[in-house]
């Protein structure tokens, strides 16, 4: 029962039952991977991870959220080197594959602007004179399932173990299974049927497009985090729908809606000085440090916040479920274990100890030194995401 043992994730052997949550890394200014981005991944294999997952990386240019989020083009041959690197150290790689729908700040290439289930405001795109975003069309929803699958054909091509496809945080699949979000009539919203319809097709594309040799992951939502939104009952219905098409490996339950609730995904500190800092204009930074604490909800961290709700998940599908959320310590991996699930997937804990696995193993470390102060999501901003920890 212990989260050290080798395993087996769908069709690939891994040597534990660790896996590194997808965190942007900020080590692909302009969209490409830079060499920072193969150290930090071989670092966390050799520090003794199972399955380390490079994170946010979308499957068209105009699915990125800003413009130094990673895309495939441009960064084949670092990432091509990523994979072989991790693979030396004995620790397998995943892509994770993700659209950011309306949640961009970026046109497309021919000049519109980002597109999601239906008409909304896009605070975040405001800035940069988007503030109003369209449904996307038939054809849209067309070109985005075979965006999914060339990524994921590319990433096997590059030698990644795994592709972890992103239905959570509120990015474009998770804003079609949102009802706060799709409020389409069409075969693609309106029933929670028809909104997972886009969901499962870019599924079983990847699915296809990766083939029976390379792990299908997906990541879904427990919980949208503000009334209205998708709640625990219907993640539970898109999970069990998941499972009864077998195209997809593991889940990984997570929540919160990025563009409303993003620190109900991570709990914690809230760092909003050093976010109003990070800000790229005056008027940002001073509206970050006069109305942060209004806009910008904070939720007090506990340790396995997701449990839970993702008990509740586990106990409503046969397939393999990870435990994802405020794991800090070998009993919290240990008591996941005993809950049922099948992996353990740690975000902040390793971005301050890379090494924990291995120290874990010698029996050197109980815990992490992670304080959930969420200093890092800044740093990803200002060269790269590391703990702070470091500086004291
Ligand atoms: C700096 C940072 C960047 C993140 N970037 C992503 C991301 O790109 N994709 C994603 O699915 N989740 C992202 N997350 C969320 C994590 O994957 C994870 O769900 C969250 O940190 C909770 O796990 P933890 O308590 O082990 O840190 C990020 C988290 C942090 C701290």
Redesign the pocket.
């Known amino acids: 029962m212990d989260a050290l043992e080798p395993a087996r994730l769908g069709p690939i052997g891994l040597r534990n039952r660790v896996l590194k ?4 890394e900020g080590m692909s200014p302009g969209g490409v991977a830079s060499p920072a981005l193969v150290g930090l991944h071989e670092r966390l294999a050799k520090g003794g991870v199972g399955l380390t997952t490079v ?2 990386c979308a499957v068209d240019p105009s699915g990125r959220t800003f413009p130094d989020q990673l895309q495939l083009a441009g960064s084949e041959p670092t990432l091509r080197e990523l994979t072989a690197r991790v693979h030396d150290a004995g620790g397998a790689a995943s892509l ?1 594959l ?1 659209h950011a729908g309306f949640f961009s700040k970026l046109r497309g290439p021919d000049g519109r602007g980002p597109r999601g289930p239906s008409w909304a405001l896009n605070a975040y795109g405001a800035s940069a004179g988007l503030p109003i975003t369209r449904p996307m069309t038939e054809g849209d929803v067309a070109r985005v399932i075979d965006a999914f699958g060339a990524a994921a054909e590319q990433a096997v091509a590059l030698g990644f173990d795994a592709v972890e496809v ?1 239905l ?2 509120g990015y474009l699949l998770s804003q079609f299974l949102s009802p706060a979000t799709n409020r389409r009539r069409d075969r693609w919203g309106g029933s929670l049927e028809r909104r997972l319809a886009l969901p499962l097709a870019v599924l079983a594309r990847v699915r296809a497009a990766v083939g029976a040799e390379r792990a299908v992951i997906a ?1 879904t939502n427990l919980d949208d985090g503000f009334p209205d939104g998708l709640g625990i009952d219907d993640a539970i219905r898109i999970a069990q729908a998941i499972d009864a098409r077998g195209d997809v490996d593991l889940l990984v339950p ?1 929540g919160g809606f990025t563009s409303r609730t993003p620190f109900f ?3 914690g500190g809230l760092p909003l000085a050093r976010m109003a800092d990070a800000q790229p204009d005056a008027l940002a930074r001073i509206g970050m440090r006069v109305l942060g604490r209004a806009i910008v909800r904070a939720y007090p961290f506990e340790e396995s ?1 997701f449990l839970p709700l993702a008990r509740r998940l586990r106990a409503s599908v046969q397939m393999p479920v990870a435990l ?4 800090v310590s070998r009993e919290g991996l240990a008591e996941a274990r005993r809950e049922g699930f099948d992996f353990v ?5 390793l ?1 301050a100890d890379p090494e924990l696995v291995a120290r874990m193993a010698r029996g050197e470390l109980e815990r992490t030194r992670c304080d ?1 102060c ?1 200093e ?2 800044v ?2 901003d200002r060269g790269g ?1 590391r703990c702070v920890l470091d500086d004291a």
Not at 324 to 327: A, M, N, P, R, T
Not at 345 to 349: D, N, S, T, Y
């Open positions: 949550a997808a965190t942007f994170a946010y994770q993700a992103h959570g945080h990541k997570s995904l991570l709990r916040f994802l959320g405020g794991l997937v740690l975000g902040r804990a971005i959930a969420n890092c999501v740093e990803m995401v």
